[in-house]
Structure formats: structure tokens, C-alpha cells
């Protein structure tokens, strides 16, 4: 009994931004509806609506308004959603490869895990959004707004983010291999000493600080990169590494600075502690 209830059908009515009826009919639920009509959700009303992995390839929600919704595990890639509002919705795991997503809203989002690789996303705005392990790869995030995002452990290799703006993002873990940072803003930026792509552009960005011996350590660094650099920034260039990174934080990058001195201070703890064997051996 309970399943020929499931299978009964309903009238369902949606409406778009303007309270216009765009689909209207008998359903099995909701989401068929939508499914079923997805080529005519341009501006379509469907805030909160629970759309938990939903098939959306290649709808067109231009200018629909998703604000708070549940697309947890949705199947948006290819769609198009080109000033789309998604504010503080569901979007974990969700699948939004080749969509395109030009000045699109979706501030205060969960995207943890979502797909986003090739997505176009020139100027979408993605400010406080959780963006954890997310695909970025080959995105195109020119002038993206991406403040005060976690994009810890997030993919963003060979993507395009020429003049996006970064201020106050978690980094930590992020993978930028082959990405283009060209004019990003990179203030009040977090845990983002491991990255080598972004440790260059900093360097890019503020080159008038440095001398000529300074020069000559950076470009050690951009050749061995900055985990091996770490490791023998000890035995060499200390006094100039320590004058690099006073400069950067002079300019609001103090991370380097303290990584630095917390590798002084170990290292001179192993020492002691050394000595003190060879003491007592």
C-alpha cells in the first residue's frame, strides 16, 4: 500500500522570481517535476527546496534562485546557471563540471567535496563559502570573489584566478600546481607557507622590497621549492631568509617569519640536545 502511495501523483506548481507559473502539472513529486522541465527554470523560485541528488545535466537556471537548497550530491555539470543565486545552500558533493556559473551568488555555500572542475566561473561570488576538498581544476575563477573561504585540501591546479580576489582564505593544503595568479589578492591570506605558487606571486607583487642578495636566496627558492628550502635554510642564507620574510610581514605575510624562527629554534634545540649525548657518552 505504502509503495502505490509513492507512485500517486500530485499537482505541482512552480513559480519563478516574478510569481509566474513556469511548470504546472501531475507529478510523482517535486523533483520530477523539475527533472523533467529543466530546460525552463530560468528564474525559477526554488529556495529551501530539498533537491538531494537531483539530475540537473544541462539545465538552464539562469537567474533561478536556489538560496538555502539541498543539492547535496546533485548532478549539475554542463548546466547553466549564469547569475544564479545558490547563498548558504547544500551543495556537498555536488557535480557542477562545465557548468557555467558567471556572476553567480553562492556566498555562504557548502561545496566540501563538490566537483567544479572547468566550471567558468568569471566573477561568481563564493565569499565565506566552504569549499574543502573541492575540484577547481582548469576553473576558470577570473575576478572570482573567494573571501574569507576554507578551501583547505581544495584542488585549483591549472585554473585561471587572474585578479580574484583571496583576502582572509584558509589555504592550508591547497594544490595549485600550474594555476595562474596574476594580480590576486592575496591579503590577510592563512596557513599558506607550504604553496609554492603562492609564495612566487607574494614575491611578484612586492619585488621593489628586495636587494640583490635577496634576490639571489628567492631564486634559490623558486628552483628547489620551499619544503627542500626549509630544509637546508639552516646551514645557509639564514640572516637573509630572516631579512626576506621581516619584509613580507612589513607587507602583512608574518607566517614565514614565524615558520622560520620555529625552524631556528628546532634546530638549534637538536644541537643542544646533541651536545649534551656526546657529553655524556
Same mark, same amino acid.
Given at each position: ?23 504546472? @502539472?501531475?507529478y ?6 523539475i ?6 527554470l ?9 533537491l538531494?541528488?537531483i539530475n ?5 537556471l #539562469?537567474?533561478?534562485?536556489?538560496s ?8 549539475l ?6 547569475y ?26 557548502n ?13 561568481a ?5 566552504n569549499?574543502?576538498?573541492?575540484n577547481?581544476?582548469n576553473?576558470?575563477?577570473k575576478?572570482?570573489k ?6 583547505? @585540501? ?7 584566478? #587572474?585578479?580574484a ?7 592550508? @593544503?591547497v ?6 595568479l596574476r594580480?590576486?589578492?592575496?591579503? @590577510?591570506?592563512?596557513?599558506?607557507t607550504k ?5 612566487a ?13 635577496? #634576490?639571489?636566496?628567492?631564486g634559490?627558492?623558486n ?24 619584509k613580507?610581514k ?32
Amino acid at each position: 500500500m505504502s509503495r502505490l502511495r509513492e507512485r500517486e501523483q500530485m499537482k505541482v506548481e512552480i513559480i519563478n522570481i516574478f510569481n509566474e507559473v513556469i511548470i504546472e @502539472g501531475e507529478y510523482v513529486s517535486i523533483k520530477e517535476a523539475i527533472e523533467k522541465n529543466k530546460e525552463k527554470l530560468q528564474y525559477a523560485k526554488l529556495k529551501k527546496a530539498d533537491l538531494q541528488e537531483i539530475n540537473l545535466e544541462r539545465a538552464n537556471l #539562469w537567474c533561478a534562485n536556489l538560496s538555502d537548497a539541498n543539492l547535496k550530491c546533485a548532478t549539475l555539470n554542463n548546466a547553466y546557471l549564469e547569475y544564479a543565486t545558490l547563498k548558504y545552500a547544500n551543495l556537498t558533493g555536488i557535480n557542477l563540471e562545465d557548468t557555467i556559473l558567471k556572476n553567480a551568488k553562492i556566498e555562504g555555500a557548502n561545496l566540501k567535496f563538490a566537483n567544479l572542475s572547468r566550471a567558468f566561473c568569471l566573477e561568481a561570488n563564493f565569499k565565506g563559502a566552504n569549499l574543502e576538498m573541492a575540484n577547481f581544476e582548469n576553473a576558470n575563477l577570473k575576478c572570482a570573489k573567494l573571501e574569507y573561504t576554507n578551501l583547505y @585540501g581544495a584542488k585549483i591546479k591549472k585554473a585561471n584566478l #587572474w585578479y580574484a580576489n583571496l583576502e582572509g582564505a584558509n589555504l592550508a @593544503g591547497v594544490k595549485f600546481s600550474g594555476a595562474y595568479l596574476r594580480d590576486v589578492n592575496l591579503k @590577510g591570506i592563512k596557513n599558506y607557507t607550504k604553496s609554492h605558487e603562492i609564495f612566487a606571486e607574494i614575491i611578484r607583487q612586492n619585488a621593489q622590497l628586495f636587494t640583490d642578495e635577496e #634576490w639571489a636566496v628567492i631564486g634559490k627558492v623558486n628552483i628547489l621549492g620551499l619544503g627542500l628550502y626549509m630544509n637546508i635554510i639552516l646551514e645557509k642564507h639564514k640572516e637573509i631568509s630572516l631579512s626576506i620574510a621581516q619584509k613580507l610581514k612589513s607587507v602583512g605575510f608574518d607566517e614565514y617569519l614565524k615558520e622560520i624562527e620555529d625552524s631556528i629554534k628546532d634546530s638549534q634545540e637538536i644541537k643542544t640536545f646533541q651536545k649534551e649525548e656526546t657529553y655524556e657518552n
